[in-house]
């Protein structure tokens, strides 16, 4: 018995040293697994049609045809880029100066957007103005913002930049309503302030996340909307809410998880301003209720928030019929400008099935571009060598890139047309 035990013995070691390799090798296949790090970097994959203006801006803009690398250790989860850019949105994001500006609606309602003058001169020469539309519940002061506008200035760009109606904490409503996914009046009014005082100014339109649900539906609201667009850029937007709500109740990548923390930050808006939403006030809309109050407090979604909510305050009977009207899904196609379409691949807010809709409408039109990198996660799009991004992110220098782009092609047209000679004698 003695010989036997001692013979046993020195193999006991050898058990432990395999379950903790073991351990350790099921813990670094999790890790590879949840940072997607075998998933390879490439070139953001580009629809679009062969046309004159592809070609200028395929030469015009390196990032569309350069690999997309983001930070080695983390940067390929779309995970942590999107808990990134909601958590710290940016780093060492600047604090560029800008004038608040105070608009009254016809409702009462006063939407208020952040003015910033260019702090260099424009690559054409020429008076430029970004009009930008933040994600759900964003303002100027966020700092994946602030950082856009410090780099657009720097470039040239003078920005506005909207407020969502209720967003901001330090601005009371002044009528019964706030921002919807997909009300385009206060945009809109920003919009028609920069014309009327800046004459002269050209306009690039651009909208992030639902920011581009509004700019999309703003300019193909009206043809009149659409003069002196340069171009519209719009930034991991989900197209149609009608389409995303059955996505966004599903574990799938998280979304119903995101889906929560999203409503919850939208409950918090809204009680913050209850006493002019739900209380004693004539205007409200008739069918805002104590009872939608109640089921406010109990939502755990942002379906249950617009149905019980948002969608009334628009009058729509139903929340298939306020997703329907409030998408700009079927006012894409009547965008004429140039209008470019990024998305991630590895968005967890946005289902690979959304992306149908910009795949087939840049197959179709040749002033649509859709752009789409295999990483990025919703609004991220951080860069940098290991660990640590850097503060410009490729998001912010392709906007910027594209729109220097657009603007250097609407230079050499109007160039050819002032040079070219009307022939004479000829039928």
């Avoid at 805002?288 to 755990?300: G, I, R």
Wanted: hydrophobic residues 40%.
């Amino acid at each position: 018995l003695k010989m036997s035990a001692m013979l046993e013995t020195p193999e006991l070691p050898a058990v432990f040293d395999g379950v903790k390799l073991a351990a350790v090798a099921a813990v670094l296949y999790v890790i590879v697994r949840c940072l997607n790090l075998k998933s390879p970097t490439a070139p953001p994959e580009l629809i679009y049609q062969d046309s004159a203006l592809a070609r200028f801006l395929l030469k015009s803009c390196p990032l569309l045809t350069k690999e997309y690398i983001p930070p080695l250790i983390w940067g390929k989860s779309g995970h942590i880029q999107t808990a990134l850019y909601g958590k710290m949105g940016r780093v060492r994001s600047p604090h560029p100066y800008g004038l608040r500006k105070y608009l009254t609606m016809p409702d009462g309602a006063t939407a208020t957007f952040d003015l910033f003058e260019p702090r260099s001169e424009h690559c054409i020469g020429e008076d430029v103005t970004m009009v930008i539309c933040p994600g759900i519940a964003n303002h100027s002061e966020k700092q994946y913002i602030r950082t856009f506008v410090d780099y657009a200035q720097k470039n040239g760009y003078r920005c506005a930049v909207l407020n969502h109606l209720g967003a901001l904490p330090n601005i009371e409503l002044t009528s019964p309503r706030m921002f919807t996914y997909g009300c385009t009046w206060e945009f809109g009014a920003m919009v028609n302030y920069i014309k009327k005082t800046y004459t002269q100014t050209q306009l690039v339109v651009v909208g992030f996340s639902l920011g581009g649900n509004i700019v999309c539906k703003y300019l193909g609201e009206s043809q009149a909307n659409q003069e002196r667009v340069l171009c519209c850029v719009s930034v991991c937007q989900g197209y149609s809410a009608l389409r995303a709500q059955e996505t966004f109740m599903q574990w799938d990548q998280c979304r119903r998880f995101y889906n929560f923390l999203m409503a919850d930050n939208m409950k918090k808006i809204i009680l913050s301003h209850r006493q002019v939403l739900f209380g004693d006030n004539m205007k409200k809309p008739q069918s805002l209720s104590d009872a939608d109050l109640s089921k406010l407090y109990t939502a755990t979604s942002l379906m249950q928030i617009d149905d019980n909510v948002m969608r009334k305050f628009h009058g729509y009977s139903s929340l298939k019929e306020y997703y329907e009207e409030e998408s700009c899904l079927h006012y894409l196609h009547r965008i004429y400008v140039p209008l470019l379409l990024v998305n991630a691949a590895d968005d967890p807010l946005v289902h690979e099935s959304l992306l149908s809709i910009p795949r087939a409408l840049s197959e179709k039109r040749e002033n649509v571009m859709h752009v789409l990198p295999l990483h990025g996660g919703h609004l991220g799009f951080f860069e940098g060598s290991v660990l640590f991004p850097e503060p410009l992110t490729w998001m912010d220098k392709l906007v910027v890139q594209y729109a220097n782009a657009i603007c250097q092609w609407e230079k050499t047209k109007s160039h050819c047309s002032d040079t070219e000679q009307p022939v004479s004698g000829q039928e």
